[in-house]
């Protein structure tokens, strides 16, 4: 096939062709950064939280009145609670994971304000937390009874025992197994020493959007006010059951107290994710709406190319040009016109990415997206102008003796 025939077409409709290639090119480049914006996102929300998120749920307790006492109504909630049938654990604590709100602290390995420092979420909690929240151990020892510290108000920490996130391990000591780390001293709170007792494989922080969410430790102690926080763990199929029934229950064991915030992790999660999972439903109408407004100015070029050149496809017919090489000329014009296009848009693509990456802090787009995004382009490209050149090579050659 003569490529000198396609280029004096494209260069007669070079305005068509300029705006094709610059459609196709913004196209590309919108479309490829939203599959990896929305990937990414799609990623994040995936990432399992370390919990039983099916079968636990959590509740608060807030007290009011001079006769309220915390620590008592504390102990006896979650004496009750690890009583009723079907509740497998519970633990008082003083945030929620994948909830949003919560508290991180400064984590160092020296007592010195000049050394780098880490930012680490923590859970205040009881020795009754590896069970209800359904953690694996990987190293060391649960907190015994002894360990644990309650709290009046602001009374301030005695203890110095730690749990940590083997990610947290990881980003402390990355040249250490689990096992390696234990009996470590961290620095917390400034200059408080604390030492690694356990090491748990997976808790997430209570911030489900942070890339640092795995950065996490449990602390053996509880600050025991007029509000308490309690999650707890059932056994499988009895969660929406018993959610009903513990409220109910704690609600007439202390009338100086009312129940709030009761809901499930599951629905936590979902809700900690909404505003993620509304951005890529209008990415995904985005990428969408652009390919197709894309498709259809590849067929409207097409079919203006044919219709100006109806005459000459004719008389190339009436001169012996078969149909599959009218089909032939008018997919290789486009597909010319498209190379062109996603070349230029592979580099807008690569420059949008970096802008991106270091403006909003996302982690760099793999190599393998823009190579795939310029063959997908062209592929929707060829189909788009399938149907108007299969029609263009219909075209008998008694069109060339028709005067117009």
């Known amino acids: 096939m003569e490529i000198g025939p396609i280029l004096r077409a494209m260069i007669r409709n070079k305005l068509g062709a300029v705006l094709i290639?610059?459609?196709?090119?913004?196209?590309?480049?919108?479309?490829?950064?939203?599959?990896?914006?929305?990937?990414?996102?799609?990623?994040?929300?995936?990432?399992?939280?370390?919990?039983?998120?099916?079968?636990?749920?959590?509740?608060?307790?807030?007290?009011?009145?001079?006769?309220f006492n915390g620590v008592v109504t504390v102990r006896d909630d979650l004496e009750r609670l690890r009583q009723t049938p079907g509740v497998v654990d519970a633990t008082v604590t003083n945030a929620i994971p994948v909830s949003g709100?919560?508290?991180?602290?400064?984590?160092?390995?020296?007592?010195?304000?000049?050394?780098?420092?880490?930012?680490?979420?923590?859970?205040?909690?009881?020795?009754?937390?590896?069970?209800?929240?359904?953690?694996?151990?990987?190293?060391?020892?649960?907190?015994?009874?002894?360990?644990?510290?309650?709290?009046?108000?602001?009374?301030?920490?005695?203890?110095?025992?730690?749990?940590?996130?083997?990610?947290?391990?990881?980003?402390?000591?990355?040249?250490?197994?689990?096992?390696?780390?234990?009996?470590?001293?961290?620095?917390?709170?400034?200059?408080?020493?604390?030492?690694?007792?356990?090491?748990?494989?997976?808790?997430?922080?209570?911030?489900?959007?942070?890339?640092?969410?795995?950065?996490?430790?449990?602390?053996p102690n509880s600050s025991v006010g007029s509000s308490a926080t309690y999650l707890i763990r059932t056994e499988p199929g009895q969660r929406d059951r018993l959610m009903a029934e513990v409220e109910e229950m704690l609600v007439a064991s202390n009338s100086n107290r009312i129940i709030r915030d009761l809901m499930s992790l599951e629905q936590t999660r979902e809700g900690s994710y909404r505003i993620d999972s509304a951005m890529s439903t209008i990415l995904w109408a985005i990428i969408i709406t652009l390919i197709f407004i894309t498709s259809m100015g590849i067929v409207g070029m097409a079919v203006f190319g044919i219709n100006r050149r109806r005459k000459q496809i004719g008389t190339r017919r009436a001169l012996g040009a078969t149909r599959l090489e009218i089909l032939r000329h008018f997919m290789v014009e486009n597909l010319m016109v498209s190379t062109i296009g996603v070349t230029l848009g592979a580099i807008l693509t690569i420059a949008f990415s970096i802008v991106l990456t270091s403006s909003f802090n996302m982690p760099t787009m793999a190599w393998y997206y823009t190579p795939l995004g310029m063959i997908a382009l062209i592929l929707i490209g060829q189909v788009a102008v399938l149907e108007p050149s299969s029609c263009a090579a219909r075209t008998e050659p008694a069109i060339a003796t028709r005067s117009i």
Do not use: K
């Not at 390995?109 to 929240?133: C, G, K, N, P, Q």
């Not at 644990?148 to 203890?159: N, P």
């Open 101 to 219: 709100s919560g508290s991180n602290t400064g984590v160092r390995l020296v007592d010195d304000e000049a050394a780098a420092t880490s930012f680490a979420a923590y859970y205040r909690v009881d020795e009754h937390a590896i069970e209800t929240m359904d953690l694996d151990l990987v190293a060391g020892r649960n907190f015994a009874a002894e360990d644990v510290q309650w709290r009046a108000g602001s009374e301030a920490i005695t203890t110095r025992e730690l749990i940590i996130s083997q990610q947290l391990a990881n980003n402390l000591f990355p040249d250490r197994e689990p096992n390696g780390v234990l009996g470590e001293t961290m620095f917390i709170n400034g200059s408080e020493a604390h030492q690694i007792i356990g090491v748990v494989e997976q808790l997430q922080g209570p911030w489900p959007s942070n890339s640092s969410v795995e950065l996490s430790m449990l602390q």
């Open 21 to 67: 290639t610059l459609q196709i090119a913004f196209t590309m480049t919108v479309v490829i950064n939203a599959i990896f914006i929305i990937n990414e996102r799609s990623n994040l929300m995936a990432r399992p939280s370390g919990l039983d998120e099916a079968n636990t749920f959590y509740l608060s307790s807030v007290g009011y009145g001079d006769e």
